[in-house]
């Protein structure tokens, strides 16, 4: 070697391609994003995740949270909030007021949503009203099959749970577009604006409620959509303001190329960071610092809402497991160290002008860092503290982790945020960490199986981590 190239080894530094540099992980990636791709057809909203985390918890031993017991090394356990997030922990052998090692992930994901009075008859289509939720780029959304999902309360206090359109031969749903023929002026409102929200709408039915003995019914094929979903779930058109009610892609999760190594789907914003941080927690066994892993929803819009991580939840969770062992709480937020695990976006070369190439993150590079989410001047960004990047860096490369750094986009291009601040604002040492995602916030958003399973390496070497 001469000299040049003695000192470029030495003194430069790029992050590899995993493909390249570990040719033998493929087969485990492969394997292990089966399980995350089962998780994302079948857990696509925040409630349906929050069920099947805690069926996984249960059948790994966990049980849930008591009010003050005291709990001892190893023993698992879990605290449902309102049925939409979760918190739960594997006990360490140090004391809390050591600190914890906590992993904040979110189950939500952009979607449109039902009005409150959402059913409504328009030259003979029955339509539902929308309203979307989370940051969505709303031309993506037409023409493509929906699913609906949630729950409805009825008036007696009764709980019906509603999902059309995930079953083999279940009937879907769509919201309609202009054919290009008649587009010419649609075509000149700017892309923002090319759907609106209020063109949104979703069809529901064409056909009329038929009763011999009447002609003439009013709104007739709403009539006849109210009918079948009264048939299906013994509901009216009021329940809907007691309902909570998400359209989704009703689409699978598919393998993508020709080598099967991106996976695409939609919610992996940030269903992905949520299974890997699940497992990561489910496969830790005897931790020094008592793990806390979360499963938040309402990210998307602010983290707003009780279920979401500017509620405090997270908080008294933690303040009455440290209470049961006489600890303080005050000491177990200053000595925590915590990710927030969510999703940056990957480098996209058709679209190169909106990144800086020497600080994004790249498909297939491992889990990213980031140090600061945010806008313009870093604004409502956290700002990892060099010590915090430090801690966490050592981490991933004694545990022979890949990662990578990325901001979200060049400067001034944009910018987002995470749940960091609200983990940062608790007193504790916070920075992100996700995986690198294309098409984010799209109903078909693209992950590399090599990085899903890095990042889920990433977090179990996090949470089992004693320095
Ligand atoms: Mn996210
Ligand atoms: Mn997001």
């Known amino acids: 070697m001469t000299k040049a190239k003695d000192m470029q080894k030495d ?4 992050f590899p391609h995993i493909g390249k540099v570990e040719t033998q992980a493929k087969e485990a990636a492969y394997e292990y994003c089966e399980g995350y791709k089962e998780f994302l057809n079948t857990a696509k909203t925040e409630r349906e995740f929050t069920a099947k985390a805690v069926a996984a918890l249960q059948a790994a031993g966990y049980v849930p949270m008591e009010d003050g017991k005291c709990y001892k090394p190893g023993d698992k356990i879990y605290y449902v909030n309102r049925g939409k997030s979760l918190a739960m922990s594997t006990i360490g052998t140090a004391t809390l007021d050591e600190g914890v090692r906590l992993n904040a992930a979110h189950i939500d994901s952009p979607r449109l949503d039902l009005k409150p009075n959402p059913v409504y008859e328009n030259h003979e289509v029955a339509y539902f009203k929308t309203h979307y939720y989370g940051g969505i780029r709303k031309y993506q959304w037409v023409t493509t099959p929906l699913a609906m999902h949630g729950v409805i309360v009825k008036k007696n206090g009764e709980i019906v749970n509603v999902c059309i359109g995930e079953a083999e031969g279940d009937p879907v749903f769509c919201v309609t577009d202009l054919l290009p023929h008649l587009g010419a002026k649609q075509n000149e409102r700017k892309l923002g604006e090319g759907i609106k929200g209020e063109e949104l709408n979703i069809v529901i039915g064409s056909l009329p409620f038929v009763d011999e003995e009447e002609e003439s019914i009013k709104d007739a094929v709403k009539l006849n959509a109210l009918s079948l979903l ?12 007691r309902a909570e009610i998400e359209f989704v892609p009703a689409t699978k999760a598919a393998d993508i190329g020709l080598d099967r190594s991106l996976i695409g789907a939609y919610g992996q914003d940030d269903k992905v960071c ?27 819009i602010g983290s707003y809402g009780n279920t979401g991580l500017n ?61 600061y989410t945010g806008a313009r001047g870093k604004s409502g960004s956290n700002d990892a503290s060099a ?81």
């Not at 003194?11 to 790029?14: N, Q």
């Not at 709480?329 to 679209?351: E, M």
């Not at 609200?422 to 590399?448: K, N």
Request: hydrophobic share 40%; charged share 20%; with cysteine.
């Open 274 to 300: 949520a299974y890997t941080a699940l497992t990561a927690e489910i496969d830790t066994k005897a931790p020094y610092y008592t793990t806390v892993t979360i499963l938040a929803d309402k990210e998307e």
């Open 11 to 14: 003194l430069t530094w790029e």
């Open 311 to 371: 509620s405090d939840f997270v908080l008294h969770y933690l303040e009455d497991l440290v209470a049961a062992q006489g600890g303080n709480i005050r000491k177990l937020l200053r000595n925590t160290t915590a990710l927030s695990s969510d999703v940056n976006g990957a480098y996209d070369p058709t679209f190169a002008s909106v990144y800086e190439e020497r600080n994004s993150c790249f498909i297939n590079k491992g889990p990213v860092l980031t140090k």
């Open 387 to 467: 010590e915090t990047m430090a801690k966490i860096i050592n981490i991933m490369d004694e545990a022979k982790v890949y990662w990578q750094i990325g901001e979200l986009g060049a400067v001034d291009e944009g910018g987002g945020g995470t749940v960091a601040l609200y983990v940062a604002a608790m007193d504790m040492d916070v920075v992100d960490l996700g995986v690198p995602i294309l098409c984010m916030h799209s109903p078909f958003e693209l992950a590399s199986k090599l990085d899903v399973y890095y990042t889920y390496k990433a977090f179990a070497a996090f949470l089992s981590s004693a320095k």
């Open 230 to 241: 009264n048939q299906m779930y013994g509901i009216t058109e009021q329940d809907f303001m």
